[in-house]
């Protein structure tokens, strides 16, 4: 479906949709942002964030990418492409929309039209409900991350009222070098709305040892964290420019990491929580129960899941 004409920096623009299996739409060496909709309820609330991503970019250009596999009644698809218009040229932003008809499966279908690199970052759902096996176990955006193509943000969106402009930021990070590399080009996109960023180090324990974990020993491990936090404080604040004020750090002693991240994010009134991804294989580790899930399922907040692109992609 063609789309209608878009505002873009005040000035009236027509995207108009590429053809199915067209190469990209602009060059490498310029972001673009894509975005998986699925044309539910639960899309039009992550779409708040595509567009909110998009308005960032120099060229406030957005390419939402819907696979019809027949779900959606083409009347009902053709009215929200509408309403995902207007909220486009409310922000200001251009808006190309493709329409595909579904091939081998949607996660097939996506690969084929959203081009792969690191220029191209792709926005997508969780579920909106669990249904017994989790938010994100076996779903399209689990695939999406786990292959590591482009840069991925699934989100779960808790409070639609946000409207994907989140102002304060809760970061779980791990003690490993390289550590906010893949968290970095998501969070450049998101600084222009950030009030606070809170950076959340939590050493975990074994249960049995937390119990009898004296106050010497807690305090050696916060040290050895803190150590680390400095050193993503410092990475951050050259790579985003953000106040010094917007940007804190915090460690924490626990035996129950997703647990802890709940509970900060509760304590900060934290807007949105950024869980990376582990470059560990995601089909072994994205199941029910798995500490990712346990903090989609727990939060007070908005999640997004983001994961960078392969060396090999």
């Avoid at 009215?79 to 409310?90: V, Y």
């Avoid at 050493?203 to 004296?214: A, D, W």
């Avoid at 804190?248 to 990491?257: E, N, R």
Wanted: proline share 7%; aromatic share 6%; glycine share 8%.
């Amino acid at each position: 479906m063609p789309a209608r004409g878009i505002l873009k920096k005040r000035e009236a623009v027509v995207c108009r949709p590429r053809r199915a299996g067209a190469g990209p739409a602009r060059s490498d060496t310029v972001r673009m942002i894509y975005f998986a909709y699925d044309a539910t309820i639960n899309g039009d609330w992550v779409s708040h964030y595509a567009v909110r991503l998009a308005a960032h970019l120099p060229d406030r250009a957005l390419c939402a990418v819907h696979v019809n596999d027949g779900h959606v009644p083409q009347a009902d698809l053709e009215e929200r492409l509408h309403l995902l218009e207007d909220r486009c040229r409310m922000a200001l932003v251009g808006l190309q929309t493709e329409v595909h008809p579904r091939g081998h499966s949607v996660l097939e279908t996506l690969q084929r039209v959203v081009p792969p690199g690191p220029s191209n970052y792709l926005v997508c759902g969780t579920r909106v409900s669990p249904r017994q096996r989790g938010f994100i176990s076996g779903t399209v955006a689990e695939r999406l991350l786990q292959a590591r193509r482009q840069p991925v943000l699934a989100v779960r969106v808790v409070q639609p009222g946000l409207l994907g402009a989140p102002h304060d930021l809760l970061v779980p990070v791990a003690g490993v070098p390289g550590g906010l590399d893949s968290a970095l080009p998501w969070l450049a996109l998101f600084a222009p709305d950030v009030q606070a960023l809170q950076f959340l180090y939590v050493e975990e324990v074994g249960r049995r040892r937390f119990r009898h974990l004296s106050f010497d020993q807690a305090q050696a491990l916060r040290r050895a964290g803190t150590a680390y936090l400095h050193r993503v404080e410092a990475q951050a604040r050259r790579a985003l420019e953000l106040p010094e004020a917007h940007v804190d750090t915090h460690v924490v002693v626990s035996d129950d990491v997703p647990k802890e991240i709940v509970i900060q994010a509760n304590r900060f009134k934290s807007h949105l929580i950024c869980l990376g991804a582990s470059a560990r294989n995601r089909g072994q580790r994205f199941m029910y129960g798995d500490p990712i899930e346990q903090v989609l399922a727990n939060a007070p907040c908005d999640v997004a899941v983001y994961q960078g692109v392969s060396v090999d992609a």
